[in-house]
Every structure is written in C-alpha cells, then in structure tokens.
C-alpha cells in the first residue's frame, strides 16, 4: 500500500471524475439522511390519525326475546381490558310499583315502611285492573349516568336527593330515578316487584329501593332507574333467597347493551380477536358494530404510504450500491490501461483491487461527510451515523464489484493496443 | 550458468474463430550480459513468447525457468517485480504521474520509501539522459523517444536482470530508435543485464548479439 499515495495523485488529478463521485455520494447523502424525517413525518401523521379519530362500537341483544347480549364473566373481562376508553352498559328487568298517592291512600299517611309494603303487596293483585293506578315498564341499570341518552338529555331538570348526583349510577347503592309523575320525592323508598322470565317461567319478587333524584314528566324508554352494580347484587340476592325456599332457578344477570370508544385504535384488531374469540361476533343473537370506516379510509392510505417509503428505504441503499458500481465501473473503464501496466511492474490483481477501492472509499466519505455537513447546515437533515456508515458500505459494494471486473485485464492486450 | 530458459515451450490459445498454436516447441537459453533480439514477421509469435518470459501468462507445454526454477512454480506478480522487467512499444508510463513519480513508483512496490528512491531515481534518469527539468514534467509533455527513456529507467530502478522489451522503436524516429538501442546495448554489455528486445526491424537486430528468428512459432535458423 506504500504506493497507494501516487494512486491517489493519480486520482486526484482526474477532478472531473473525482467531482462526480463526490457530487453523487455527497447527493445520496442528504436525500438519505433527508429520508428517515421524510419517514417520521407520515409516521406522526399516522400516528396523530389513530389517536384523533375516536373508533365508536357497541354490542347489542338482537331481537326482543333474546338473551342479554354480554354475560357478568364478559362484561368484567370488558370492563378489566384496558381495550376501552368509554364503556356504557345497560341492563333491565321489568317492574311494576304504584304512586305514592295511592300507596299512602291504602297504608295511610305517615304510614311506617312496613304498613307501606303490606299496602303494597296488598294493591297488586288489583295491578291489572283499569282502576289500579299502577304504573309498570323496564326497569333501566346503567353503570354510569352518561349511559342513558334520556337521562343526560334531562340531567339539568332532575331534583337531587342532598349528597347524591349523577355518580350515584355507579355505585351499588340500593336508590333509583323515578319520574315526579309518580309523586315520589328524593329520600323515599318505593317499594316494586320485579317481573323476570326466567327460561319459560315468569317469577316474581318485591323489592325496595330509595328515591335518589326525580326527573320532570315521563320518559317513555322506561320507568326507573337504578345502579347497574346493584342490579347485579339483587340477582345475586334473589337467587341466593329462592333457593333457600327450595326454588332452583338461576335469574341470569347479564347486559343487554354495551357501547363502547375504543381507548388505543392501534389495538383494534385485538378487540376484533377477543370479540370473536368470545363468541360476540358471528353470533345470530348478538349484534356487535365497531364503526372504524373512517379511521380505515384515512389510515389505510398513510399506511400503505409508510410502507411503501419503508419499503424504498431498502430500494434506495441497493440504488446507492448500483451507482457504486456505475460510476466506478466508467471511471475503472477508462483506467485499464493504468491497471495494465500496474500488473506489469508485478502489482496482484488484489492489491490493485485494494487500492481502487480504497481510492473511492476516501472519495465517498468526502462526498458524504460534505453532505451530512451540507444537509446539518442547511438544517434540513439530522446527522446519522448508521445511515452514513450504511451508504459508504453500499457505495464500495458496488464500486468492489465493478473494480474486480475491470482489474481483470489481459494485460499484453492493452500494453499493446494503448495506441 | 543461463538467467532464463525456455524449455520446450509450446503456447497454444483459443482466438474467437480457431485454435492457435502460437509457440512451437521453443527451446532457448538466455545470459546475462548479452543483447537478443527475436525477429520475425507480424503475427510470428513474438510478442506472445515475451509475454511468456515476462511471467504474464504460462505456457501450455514446456516451460520457462528463472534462476533454476519454473514461472510455474513461481509467484508470477514477484517474479514481474523482482526479475524482470517490461519496457513495451508505447512506453506505458502513468499518464497522470510526473516523469519522477513514474520512475518511482517500482520502487514504492518493492516496499522502498519515498524520499529514499529519490537518489537511486534520479541516477537512473541521468543514465537515461534526462537531466532535472524533465522530473517534474507529465508524460505527455514529453516526446516519444523521452517518454521510452523514462519507461527504461523505470525498468531500471528495479533490481531484475532481466529487460524485456516489445517494439521499444517502434514509435521512434531512427534517431531515438539508435539512441534508444544504443543505451539498451549498453546496459548488457556494460552492466550486465540481459536485454531481450523484440523488433521486426532487422537493421536494428544486427546490433544485438544473438538472433533468435521465429517463424510460425517455431525458431528457425
């Protein structure tokens, strides 16, 4: 390598050819540390797409009779996830129960809560006659207030009992929101009777709940409202007391309408497999909806976008490795003779390979060194020494290939043709 | 005892429509000291036995010995380096070295230093007849007898025995040409090396001392 000094005399003085290559590599250099921001912008883009567009869904009982959509198991597996940001459930049972005018006309008034009930159980075989002032529908438990459209739409009219409010839905308190209608006020407690189907047979129990706040006029969706956890405990309860009197049945408890925001949309296709998995989806009896069209239609496009420059990335590392070869393999061209006569004065085809290569490795790093400090001055690329490193590998790849071709000179050939 | 020999020597290559025997059987004994000149007519085989003495390819039968040993059994590059050495008919300097870089540039390879080589160049180079001014000149400001001057000192500075050399007139005025001869005349009779220079200039191979006339491949008398 002692005469590597005279080659690059030799190569310095081709300053066209040495321009071109540093041109070229110093060119390559800010496109491809220009590129990884080029990248990182779509990224954030993508980014900034999953986390603004809110993906909505909700699963659903299909038809009327049907059983509730999700059972507790799953709900509390919903609810533990981490999947949702938003999780509205609703769940019902049907009730009947009497105004309090009425209940206070048969107990009397200032009747205790026991005279109460005994006037109660007292009114209700009279429920379905015309006359009984009954008053009867689905009882509604939702987990959260925001649950109910109908309540939120009246939330500003409901008369609060003094330490209750909205939240009172998500605990497992035994209190309801009943209509001013039935003359109610917040405190009381109304007793009702709860009317469930359980598989063929209708069965039946009296409960009581106290009056936490009271919304104006009737809300036709349903008759009153409780906490959904407390739903829940009174299955549990109802249960546990039917069997002690030897009844052994099993009120299901369950949820017969879930909606949902999904919290990370990157993670939707986890939700899609747990859903299936738990048999939600492809279900005749349950109806699941998850309304990702338009997160799909606006990340679909910047996806294959990134993909495609990520994919290119690679394309352009093999570019720089054929421009290697290109531009080694002109400027190699024209210096068989040079090579010739190298292999003349005793220089092996390897050392003279060597030497060549050496000779356009010192002018890439010039050529990408200009560049990076081009690009970092001009402030549109950032320095990256993977990305530096990765284009000198691939520019002397190629320049190896195309050198090892030209060294292979026949060299009385060209000794004797030079002229 | 002979520097180089050539034993039987047969060169047989595939052109792009025949197969061409090139040498034919050549058997010859060269010394140091003396001058040969291989003559013959265009396309005889000269070049192509040169190339074989040079080490640049190897024979298909017979074989080239140095110093006792074949090319074959030889690394070709340090036998090029070291014992012979070329001086062709269109000079073949390094058009972008300086006159002095060319010269040194052999010695660079033998692993000499080079502000070490710049004695033993510039020796070489006023034995040729180039005096200083020449030194810092690029080749093609020289004219072709000078630029040959400067392709034997080059062959010089290396320490082979052995010149080889292909047409070196053969792009020179018969002024140079003379003076040219007349220095490679020179150093095989005063410095002992051993000139093997290959002309189809007759005149000119009389002045050597041995003749060796290829015909066909083959040595005739």
Known sequence: MKSFPYIWRMALRRKGACLLVVLSTMAAAVFMLFYPSLIETVRTELEETYDGIPVTGSILTAGVDSAPAVSDSLWRELQSSGYFSELYASSHFGVRAFPKGILEAKAGAGASEQDRLTAFQTLLPRFEAEDSGGVGGPMMAYNTFQASDELVRVRDSIRWMDGYGESCLEGSERVCIVSESWGYRPGDTVPFLARVLVGRSLVEGIFRLKVAGTYPGKITEFASVMPLKTMEELTVAANTAQRQHGNYFAWTFGIYEVYFTVKDNRELDGIKTMMTERGLRGSDTVRVRIDDRILKETAGPIESNLAQLEGSYLFFFLTIAVLGAFISFLLARDRKPEYAVMRMLGESRLQITLKALLEQFVLCLAGVSLGAAAGHFMEVVRFDGVVCTMILLCYTLGAAVAVMLTVRVGVMDILRDKE | ?221
């Open chain 2, 1 to 221: 005892m002979s520097l180089l020999q050539a034993q039987n020597v047969h060169y047989i290559y595939q052109s792009k429509y025949q197969t061409v025997h090139a040498i034919k059987g050549i058997h010859f004994a060269f010394e140091g000291g003396r001058f040969y000149a291989i003559v013959g007519k265009s396309g005889c085989g000269k070049t192509t036995l040169l190339s074989l003495l040079a080490g640049l390819d190897l024979p298909t039968e017979g074989q080239i010995l140095y110093d006792g040993k074949s090319t074959a059994e030889r690394n070709r590059d340090h036998y090029r380096l070291r014992a012979v050495s070329l001086v062709c008919q269109n000079y073949n300097l390094f058009p972008l070295l300086t006159v002095e870089e060319n010269v040194t540039y052999p010695m660079l390879l033998r692993g000499v230093k080079p502000e070490q080589a710049g004695k033993t160049v510039r020796e070489k180079l006023t034995a040729v007849g180039l005096d200083s001014s020449y030194y810092k000149r690029l080749p093609a400001m020289l004219s072709g007898g000078e630029q040959q001057r400067v392709a034997i000192a080059r062959a010089l500075v290396s320490d082979a025995k052995i010149i080889l050399a292909d047409e070196p007139t053969g792009n020179l005025d018969t002024e140079n040409s003379e003076l040219v001869f007349s220095l490679l005349q020179r150093l095989a009779h005063e410095e002992g090396y051993c000139v093997i220079v290959v002309t189809h200039d007759l005149a000119i191979a009389d002045m050597a001392d041995e003749v060796l006339r290829l015909k066909d491949g083959a040595l005739v008398d």
